[in-house]
């Protein structure tokens, strides 16, 4: 053996643990590699509700009559009617059009804050010939009083009206969706806000139309 | 040929290989506590930093009831409280039921120095909930009315707030609380028990603001 140099046996002392696992992983094949990342990915996954049972198709049902809690608010929707005339309401033009009434009750539940948002928590869908997104008037059905913030803790009834153009049928059920109150940031205010979702409904639910004349 | 005859470079030792293949433990684990400590460090800075909404909070001058508050741009005396489930509207007469409680509070402003309104009327609560002035009626005060400076009105501020609501606070100020801007409000405690209002079944009135003495 040539002086200076190390013999074999003695210059290759095992590794420590960790540089056995370094060497391991370097000379392990690629394939190797990318399926235990492929584990890890699926194991951080899981720890974050990846193995969660997935969401069936479509939104929740909600039951008429019955609270539906979305958000910081809670939503019953008691009925819908469809009426010619409603005083002290009026149409956009003085004929040609009738009102489809969605009667509702919202209560400030999370939130903590009054709101004025309540006029978005419902939409309609099925209805031929009426056009808003959002119901044209929100009024209290105590006292017809529009633009009356619903104050926490305080549950409110509203009846929403949507204009339906007379000429247009009117069916014997349409679609209602509850729209959740949101708890974001909002860039204009510079501060969080309560708002209302504007895409995906928290419910929805088919509601039968009562055509009987108001009493 | 023996090693060390060779010319060029001298090869170091195996031991010198061995020292220089890394940093010894300790320094490694000084390295890594350094590290974590850095960022508990950052964690601990996010955390206590002030996020937009506390940075955006408004500026709160107390007060008690019966004295004046004194916000720069208006003053306010609250002088007391009633409550009720029941409210006559000031307008047509009717009688209003609510599901909470009907709470009017009687306050005397006046402006400083130039004309102000005073939009911002809320009742915070024991659990941090606010009530905003009732758009069920017409507020004398609050819907728009201009104060003027030295002049002092008297009126009440009428409130729908829940049943369960307890220790009941004034916030009056100028700004609508819609914007960016940050708010100065009059914060005085209301003199007032709900759980009392409760059982008061006869419709409360709702007088017109006048001119204080």
């Known amino acids: 053996m040539l002086c200076g140099v190390a013999s074999p046996g003695a210059g290759t002392a095992d590794p420590p643990p960790a540089g056995r696992l370094r060497l391991a992983l370097l000379n392990a094949p690629a394939r190797w590699l990318v399926a235990g990342i492929a584990a890890v990915a699926i194991l951080v996954s899981g720890a974050f509700g990846g193995f969660d049972k997935a969401a069936p198709d479509g939104p929740p049902k909600f039951t008429v009559g019955q609270p539906y ?25 003085n004929s040609g059009w009738r009102w489809i009434v969605v009667v509702a009750t919202v209560e400030v539940t999370d939130a903590g804050e009054s709101t004025l948002f309540h006029t978005q928590a419902l939409q309609i869908h099925g209805v031929k010939g009426a056009p808003a997104k959002y119901a044209d ?10 633009n009356a913030a619903v104050q926490p803790g305080v549950p409110a009834r509203f009846g ?8 247009a049928p ?11 109150l949101t708890y974001t940031f909002d860039n204009a ?9 504007k895409e995906q409904p928290a419910a929805v639910a088919m509601v039968p139309i009562d055509t009987k004349p108001a009493s | 040929m023996v090693a060390t005859e060779r ?11 061995h020292r220089r293949a890394g940093p010894p433990l300790r320094t490694r684990m000084v390295t890594a506590l350094l590290v974590l400590a850095t960022v508990a460090a950052g964690a601990l800075v996010v955390r206590l930093k002030p996020d937009q909404e506390h940075g955006g909070r408004p500026f709160l001058r107390p007060g008690k009831a019966g004295g004046v508050v004194d916000v720069d741009t208006f003053q306010v005396v609250v002088l007391d409280a009633a409550g009720g489930t ?8 009717l009688t209003l039921d609510t599901t909470g409680v009907w709470v009017l509070v009687r306050v005397r402003v006046a402006a400083t120095r130039e004309p102000v309104i005073l939009p911002y009327a809320r009742l915070r609560d024991d659990r941090d909930r606010t009530f905003s002035a009732t758009g069920r009626v017409t507020q004398p005060l609050t819907d728009g009315r201009a104060f003027q400076p030295g002049v002092w009105v008297e009126g009440h501020i009428v409130f729908e707030v829940a049943r369960d609501a307890k220790d009941l606070t004034l916030l009056l100020g100028e700004h609508s609380g819609l914007g960016p801007g940050l708010l100065t409000l009059a914060e005085v405690p209301i003199a007032a028990s709900v759980p009392q209002w409760l059982g008061q079944s006869t419709p409360l009135d709702v007088p017109d603001a006048r001119l204080a003495a």
């Open chain 1, 69 to 93: 809690a979305a958000g910081g608010w809670t939503v019953t929707v008691h009925g819908v009617r469809a009426l010619d005339e409603l005083p002290p309401l009026r149409h956009k033009e």
């Open chain 1, 137 to 146: 008037h929100v009024a209290g059905a105590a006292d017809a009083a529009e």
């Open chain 1, 160 to 167: 929403y009206f949507w204009e339906q153009r007379a000429e």
């Open chain 1, 170 to 180: 009117v069916p014997t059920e349409l679609q209602v969706d509850i729209f959740a």
């Open chain 1, 189 to 197: 205010s510079n501060k969080g806000v309560w708002l209302p979702a």
């Open chain 2, 7 to 17: 010319p060029g470079p001298a090869v170091p030792p195996a031991a010198a290989r």
């Open chain 2, 86 to 93: 029941k409210l006559k509207h000031p307008r047509n007469g």
